[in-house]
């Protein structure tokens, strides 16, 4: 899932707000800051090392902040891509929780069928 849009990027040098597009790479959270002319800048984050992962409803927009290090981003409404699709896949790739797992523990916990069930009353 990508998201592009306006970012608010705030380091212990100051604050800037930047165009760009957010993604997950394997372990990366990748940030292309697009320039003029078709230049990009690459800029990667390790997901392990990700924080404060939160979504903000305001005035009936989301803005979705996260901080790496010394430095947060602040993401508003999205250009292209949807903020809580890309929220929900952060945060999935960042705990380690996912559904499908949870559901495959509970069917293995399961030792018997119904088959066998109907055999032990008997």
């Known amino acids: 899932m990508r998201v592009e849009g306006m970012c608010k990027v705030t ?4 604050m800037e ?30 997901i392990a ?5 939160v979504v903000v409803p305001e005035d009936g927009r989301l803005y979705v902040t996260f901080a790496c290090g010394d430095m947060s981003f602040e993401l508003d409404e999205p250009v292209d891509g949807d903020l809580a699709t890309f929220v929900r896949e952060l ?23 119904t088959h066998h069930q109907h055999h032990f009353v008997e």
């Open 11 to 14: 380091a212990n040098f100051g």
């Open 49 to 53: 090392k990700l924080t404060d992962i």
């Open 91 to 113: 945060r999935t790739a960042r705990y380690g929780v996912k559904p499908e797992v949870q559901h495959f523990k509970y069917e293995k916990r399961r030792q018997y069928t």
């Open 17 to 46: 707000i930047q165009y760009g597009e957010f993604y997950l790479e394997r372990d990366y959270l990748v940030f292309d800051r697009n320039y003029s002319l078709g230049l990009k800048k690459r800029q990667t984050f390790p």
